[in-house]
């Protein structure tokens, strides 16, 4: 008996490839895709804008 074959789209890069349960990098195509997938969830994270003004900003200010 053979394990069944999916075909699976990588979230990386869209390519198609076969999923399989020995692939380390599931559900991703490459080891490459999966570090930037992973890059790309830690970018999001610290590019949130802080709305919090500078204490030059402040300074600035003319009161
Ligand atoms: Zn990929």
């Known amino acids: 008996m053979t394990a069944p074959i999916f075909q699976t789209k990588c979230p990386s ?11 380390p990098n599931r559900p991703f195509c490459s080891e490459r895709c999966k570090l930037i997938d992973l890059g790309r969830w830690a970018n999001e994270e610290y590019s ?12 600035s200010l003319p009161n």
Do not use: W
Request: aromatic share 4%; net charge negative; with cysteine.
């Open 13 to 23: 890069c869209g390519k198609q490839h076969t999923y399989s349960t020995t692939n």
């Open 48 to 59: 949130i804008p802080a709305p919090i003004t500078s204490p030059e900003d402040v300074d």
